[in-house]
């Protein structure tokens, strides 16, 4: 019974129409209960009245029986009762009680009139009852009693009945218009509250909101502006949300610096991309970039410097690739691109990647501005391509960047194709640096003293030669292991090894009484000539082997004349001003065009042995031979021939004007030992 009379399982817009019907059913009642007793009260009295009326009007006629008894008064009064159609019943007593007269309409006239109190009315089935009492002179003679038909108020029942009957249905409606008025009010705004938040939770489009009225001041519109208050909330969390998933992605997928792909993006591109090559049977490649030279930047100009120019880089790989292809950076100056835009043969791969290279280098040459400063780049590329070449990304990275090495080795500023072969070398190169590194602690370095003669073979000076003797009795060569230890820094060590040795040495031959002119030349390689401190380091060492710098001549190649020529100048200029000479060693096989050369403050050339070599088999040899004497004492340049093995040569470069030779035509180069016997020994010197 409670569970019915809770509406709760029900919606708010049942519960309205139930309750607005229960409440128009019980007004109805009440209204009708009320009327009835109203009625029935007002028609008691009514009667009440009449009866009393008819008791004064009778009074002396019931009097004169009750006292004399006459049988024709009470004929009279029986005639009267009777005229009266209201009256049903009446008993006429005396003031003892005792019966006088009876009248009776009804079915039994003998019943017993009763009443509480005169003169008011008792109801009794369908009778009305009322006793009023006889008085003669103002005393107490007799009591009558009278029963009267309640016709009327029966009639007045049905009335009511009717009424009631009518009114339900009238109520009730009523009481439906009236809910739906008063849902229209309370539950409209609510369902559409509820659908408008239902919608955007299944749609979840938490950037919705939900339309107010402006001038609507209800309770609803006070909740849809919170609601709407909350979705702003809500969504604002979630855009922080997506943002930071957003931007933990970009870290995890792409390089912080550049905004290129970074490693692991790189891979999963790679992996993509060589599943549909394979199974497409079509072909890519995978091109490894290093920056030339791009650590001396980032050691001499800062690390700032460096990610300013890595940033630019970035942007200039964008335009040479095209946007199918993933440009990535793995770190430091190393980007990679793997082409996503697979061909039909590999010789059309190699075809676009030549093309590409050739608008690498040209995007690469223009000026780069590095803090005001301009900056020529230049980059060795090692490509390889799949499928024919590499199964995983992992081995297709290695052959790159393998290849990658061989064009560094291969003179930077170009790019070579991976070949089979090239792993072995690799590897060898990585042990090469490994066993390097052992052999600067391990005193395995030692210098050889190569003399620079005059054509009749007077030692002049000589050439410090940098010499590997293995603990297992094997020797490197310093052609094979100069190029690895520049290329992995392993240079600096060894080269101010190199000038403090030499320097030593030099200052013992001093001490044994060298000639004052004599000359010792120290190579210098250019990533050690372009550290910021090489000056300073170069002059330390020169003070603390106290021997003069005008002894000393520093070989440098050509190499050197690709980074910024200004400061390449200004540190030569430093060079000399203590004292030092500066040769061009090599001079030939680089590209130094004679402007750079005039520019620099050189004091000798050496004609690169290649040339000296061949020159009595090769014209253009010999050409290029005497043409660099001839430019040499142009420029007023000391000029020395490497590589003198024979005496045609000697011949030929002594009649073109050369002085100074150095070649195995006089002496290999030796240990210092073996130089002080031929300095100061038995050695007889022409
Ligand atoms: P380089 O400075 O041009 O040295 C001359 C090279 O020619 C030396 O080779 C020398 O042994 C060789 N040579 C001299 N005369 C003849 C000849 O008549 N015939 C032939 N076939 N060769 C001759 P080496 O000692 O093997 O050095 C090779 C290169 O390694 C040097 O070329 C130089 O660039 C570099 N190097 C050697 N020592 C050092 C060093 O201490 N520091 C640096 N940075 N580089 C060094
Ligand atoms: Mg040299
Ligand atoms: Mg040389």
Redesign the pocket.
Known sequence: MLKLLKLSHLSVRYQFVILMMILASALVCFYSAFTYYNEKAEYAEEAANELKTISQVLENDYAALIMMGLPSASIELMRKWKSFPIIQHVDLKDANGKPILHFSKLADPHVDIQTDKPHQIRVVDDLFLYEDIVKFQGEKVGVVSYAISNQKYEVLLSELTQLIVLSIPVALTFAIFLSLWLQSIFVFPLQRLIATIKGITQAQTYSKSIVIDESDKSEFASLGRHFNALLERMNKTLKEVEKSKTDAQGLAYYDELTGLANRRLLTEHMEYILDISKREHRHGALLFIDLDNFKTLNDSRGHAAGDDLLKQVAESLKQVFRAADTIARLGGDEFVILSGHLEDSEEDVINQIHSLMLKLRHVLGEKFIVQGESYHLTASVGITTFPSMAVSPEILMKQADTAMYRAKEAGRDGYRFYQPDMQAVADARLQMETDLRFALTANELE??Y?PQVDEFGRILGA?????WFKVDGTSI???DF?PV??MTGL?LP??EW?IKE?LGQLKKWKIAGVASDFRL?????PY?FHQENFVESTKHLLNESGVSANNVTL?V?EGITIKDIQSTINKMEKLTSLGFKISM??FGTGYSSLTYLKKLPLSEL?V??SF??DLHIDQSDAEIAATIIAMAKNLNLDVVA????EESQLTFLSQHGCLVF????FY??MPAKEFDDLLFGNVIVL
Do not use: C
């Open positions: 210098l050889f190569q050439e410090a030669l940098l010499r060569s310093p052609a100069i230890a520049e240079i060894i080269g190199v030499a030349s120290i190579n210098i390689s050690q070989e190649t060693d090599d050496k690169d042995q000296v070599r490497e590589g003198v093995e150095q070649g195995y035509y290999k180069p």
